[in-house]
């Protein structure tokens, strides 16, 4: 399953609404997972099941789906936001990643 | 709380072997699958295997069958990836990370390693 990230690159500034998008290539159900890798560090999930925000994560940060397609969205967006996000799917094996969106403010 | 720590990783030549082991604490270690995700330098995140909870269910990504294996001891807390017949393109940061239901919850903070003459 191919999971197509976008836009691969972001700039916005403090307080912007960001949004990030990923498709996948056939139905994921809503099995598919968000995470925040900031530079030099492992990555982190913020996002499970399309939408459920995990323990810890800002508030800002949300999920949603569409059929195939899945959105990322940062309310108002933090210095401490800049990073790399990743999709992930975990319908069937091989698990698949996106190619990342790398958030710079 | 949750610890994962990668070991193993180092300079190795092509078509040689190298073990990967992640020591797991903080979490109920045969509750979790445990997989192994890599990044080669500059690149996304990639996805490699995984070994169920009981240790019943092995897969794999496609680059790696048949040249991996990962298994896991439970008396020890511990997840391994053998890799033989290394190639430069496995050239990587291998993360361990573990998984209560179909989502990588815990992560390690990785391991180099360098396939290179």
């Known amino acids: 399953i191919q999971l197509t990230q976008s836009p691969s690159f972001l700039s916005a500034s403090v307080g912007d609404r960001v949004i990030i998008t990923c498709r996948a290539s056939?139905?994921?159900?809503?099995?598919l997972a968000w995470f925040q890798q900031r530079p030099g560090k492992a990555p982190e999930l913020l996002i499970s099941a399309a939408s459920t925000l995990q323990k810890g994560v800002p508030l800002r940060f949300s999920g949603s789906r569409s059929g195939t397609e899945f959105t990322l969205t940062i309310s108002s967006l933090q210095p401490e936001d800049s990073a790399t996000y990743y999709c992930?799917?975990?319908?069937?094996?091989?698990?698949?990643f996106g190619g990342g969106t790398k958030v710079e403010t | 709380q949750v610890q994962l720590v990668e070991s193993g990783g180092g300079v190795v030549q092509p078509g040689r072997s190298l073990r990967l082991s992640c020591a797991a604490s903080?979490?109920?270690?045969?509750?979790?699958?445990m997989h192994w995700v890599r990044q080669a330098p500059g690149k996304g995140l990639e996805w490699v295997a995984i070994?169920?909870?009981?240790?019943?269910?092995?897969h794999y990504a496609d680059p790696v069958k048949g040249r991996f294996s990962i298994s896991r001891d439970d008396s020890k807390n511990t997840v391994s990836l053998e890799m033989n017949s290394l190639r430069p393109d496995d050239t990587a940061v291998y993360y361990c990370a573990g998984s209560w239901s179909y989502y990588l919850d815990y992560w390690g903070q990785g391991t180099l390693v360098t396939v290179s003459s």
């Open positions: 070994i169920s909870y009981d240790g019943s269910q092995k």
């Open positions: 992930q799917q975990s319908k069937s094996y091989p698990l698949t």
């Open positions: 056939q139905d994921i159900n809503s099995y």
């Open positions: 903080g979490f109920i270690f045969t509750d979790y699958g």
